[in-house]
């Protein structure tokens, strides 16, 4: 009786949830509102799936999306996971010593510490500006990497001269160039763009509101779930172990 119950609750179940999933689906379009990229790698745990928001501390758009993202912050499943990426190309307002601040400050494990922070000091006190915030001219002397050395000691505690060193780590030069590297194969033309698992890049022209930015991004991450939860079931391969080693022969 019980087992008969528990097949009735799980059949209703789904066949609530499948029109809802179907009205998702006609409602979100492959091509219009998202683009299917090239896949990429994730750097998530199994069974996350991975919402990365291509950005610049220097973008004034991308400050004024913060809110979004808070909203969409609060709005993810447990099993989604935010992840940020730098973008360089805007050389003329410093975005690639933007670029190298917080992947320095990722390496240092304080890049979460500061990330409303540096926003809040170029657009707000105007401690790292580019722009003049009451003309909004470009600024004449730029920030320099040096300036977000301290800015880091203020927000993080990080000695400056500690920061400037890691700065000018292989390790981070290389990130750089992986991060500019994966913004050109995700075929990212502006900031900022959201994509969802290394797979699906939204459209931002064809959302109207930042509701439906949340909405299609909970699409997207459900859309991917399944094969998430599947990959964190899969059993990690283990290496092959060596032969042993045959005893020397004697001479």
């Given at each position: 009786?019980?087992?008969?119950?528990?097949?009735?609750?799980?059949?209703?179940?789904?066949?609530?949830?499948?029109?809802?999933?179907?009205?998702?689906?006609?409602?979100?379009?492959?091509?219009?509102?998202?683009?299917?990229?090239?896949?990429?790698?994730?750097?998530?745990?199994?069974?996350?799936?991975?919402?990365?928001?291509?950005?610049?501390?220097?973008?004034?758009?991308?400050?004024?999306?913060?809110?979004?993202?808070?909203?969409?912050?609060?709005?993810?499943?447990?099993?989604?996971?935010?992840?940020?990426?730098?973008?360089?190309?805007?050389?003329?307002?410093?975005?690639?010593?933007?670029q190298?601040?917080?992947?320095?400050?990722?390496?240092?494990?304080?890049?979460?510490?500061?990330?409303?922070?540096?926003?809040?000091?170029?657009?707000?006190?105007?401690?790292?500006?580019?722009?003049?915030?009451?003309?909004?001219?470009?600024?004449?002397k730029?920030?320099t990497?040096?300036?977000?050395?301290?800015?880091?000691?203020?927000?993080?505690?990080?000695?400056p001269?500690?920061?400037?060193?890691?700065?000018?780590?292989?390790?981070?030069?290389?990130?750089?160039?992986q991060?500019?590297?994966?913004?050109?194969?995700?075929?990212?033309?502006?900031?900022?763009?959201?994509?969802?698992?290394?797979k699906?890049?939204l459209?931002?022209?064809?959302?109207?509101?930042?509701?439906?930015i949340?909405?299609?991004?909970?699409?997207?991450?459900?859309?991917?779930?399944p094969?998430?939860?599947?990959?964190?079931?899969?059993?990690?391969?283990?290496?092959a172990?060596?032969?042993a080693?045959?005893?020397?022969?004697?001479?």
């Open positions: 009786m019980t087992r008969t119950l528990l097949a009735i609750a799980t059949l209703f179940a789904a066949t609530l949830i499948a029109p809802a999933q179907a009205q998702a689906q006609a409602r979100w379009v492959a091509g219009t509102h998202y683009s299917v990229i090239p896949t990429q790698r994730t750097n998530v745990a199994a069974g996350k799936v991975e919402v990365m928001e291509v950005f610049s501390y220097g973008c004034p758009a991308c400050n004024q999306f913060r809110p979004v993202m808070k909203q969409l912050k609060a709005a993810l499943p447990a099993n989604a996971q935010l992840v940020y990426l730098p973008a360089s190309w805007n050389t003329a307002e410093a975005w690639p010593m933007f190298r601040a917080y992947l320095t400050a990722q390496s240092l494990g304080v890049a979460d510490k500061g990330h409303d922070a540096m926003f809040d000091a170029i657009w707000s006190t105007g401690e790292m500006a580019v722009t003049d915030l009451r003309t909004h001219a470009l600024k004449a730029l920030p990497i040096a300036d977000a050395g301290r800015f880091y000691q203020r927000v993080a505690g990080v000695k001269a500690d920061f400037v060193a890691a700065s000018k780590s292989f390790s981070v030069d290389l990130k750089m160039r991060a500019d590297g994966q913004i050109t194969a995700m075929q990212v033309s502006g900031t900022p763009t959201l994509v969802v698992n290394g699906y890049r459209n931002n022209d064809r959302l109207q509101t930042n509701q439906e949340v909405d299609l991004v909970k699409f997207l991450v459900a859309k991917e779930t094969a998430a939860s599947a990959a964190a079931l899969t059993p990690t391969a283990k290496p172990a060596k032969p080693a045959k005893p020397a022969a004697k001479p």
